[in-house]
């Protein structure tokens, strides 16, 4: 496997910030509009679905490493083909919604068959915050085993906060950051922590293993291009200021 110089780079120096448009978001204005952001607010790469209309697209618009999402193997096929970088197995925020449930054994599958046809490609493989969190950290340790190249978690959907401001922000992105503090200690690959992290909560994630972050909602569902580009440039600054600290 030979992952993007650019991507190597950014998890060599852990701060690296994927900006998701979205699993089953295949509007066309709402991905070009955060891939845009992405890329004039200095986002590491972008997340998309797996379409391969929408890699074409965001390949029109940038110069980012592109990542497809998708929780169906043969979905990467076409998505690869019209010029994905890498692929993604999960976030499965979008379906916990829908009553449906990612288990274990369902994910690890789905990492094998990915690999059978993939052989080469980066893959990241989201654990499910469904699972304990002892299970979230074995599960990984077996995805690493068979192929994952990036482990993401998860877990925005879960935390109920209760508070506002920045208590609140932190509140929500407790269950991701636990779940990237455990793993991050025992796989020898990247952690991306991802779902329910804002400017506030990414240097926490750093802070606790990971070498990056994913974000969606925090700027996808910002309703100018204006705001996104600010929300994925505070992002950024955060992810600097935490490895200047670690640094000091």
Do not use: W
Not at 25 to 47: L, P
Not at 67 to 83: D, L, N, R, T
Not at 159 to 166: A, E, F, I, L, N
Not at 227 to 236: N, S, Y
């Amino acid at each position: 496997m030979t992952m993007h110089s650019t991507l190597q780079r950014a998890f060599n120096h852990r701060r690296v910030l994927k900006v998701i448009s979205g699993l089953n978001n295949f509007d066309i204005a709402s991905v070009a509009a955060t891939v845009k952001a992405a890329e004039f607010g200095g986002a590491t790469f972008v997340d998309i679905a797996a379409d391969p209309a929408l890699v074409q697209l965001a390949k029109s618009l940038t110069n980012l490493p592109v990542c497809v999402s998708a929780v169906e193997p043969e979905k990467f096929v076409q998505a690869v083909a019209a010029g994905a970088d890498l692929i993604e197995i999960g976030n499965f925020d979008s379906f916990y919604a829908q009553g449906r449930r990612f288990e274990a054994l369902e994910v690890l599958a789905l990492t094998k068959q990915t690999r059978v046809l993939f052989p080469e490609i980066t893959l990241s493989v989201t654990v499910p915050h469904i699972l304990e969190l002892d299970q979230q950290v074995q599960l990984a340790e077996e995805l690493v085993k068979a192929g994952a190249d990036i482990i993401q978690t998860e877990g925005g959907t879960s935390s109920q906060p209760v508070h506002p401001g920045t208590l609140g922000l932190i509140e929500k992105a407790a269950p991701t950051l636990a779940a990237a503090f455990e793993i991050s200690r025992v796989v020898s690959v990247p952690v991306l922590c991802a779902s329910g992290i804002s400017n506030v909560t990414a240097p926490l994630a750093i802070a606790a293993g990971a070498a990056g972050v994913g974000v969606g909602s925090a700027i996808n569902q910002l309703n100018s291009e204006v705001a996104m580009i600010a929300a994925v440039r505070g992002l950024v600054e955060a992810l600097a200021t935490a490895n200047n600290r670690a640094i000091a």
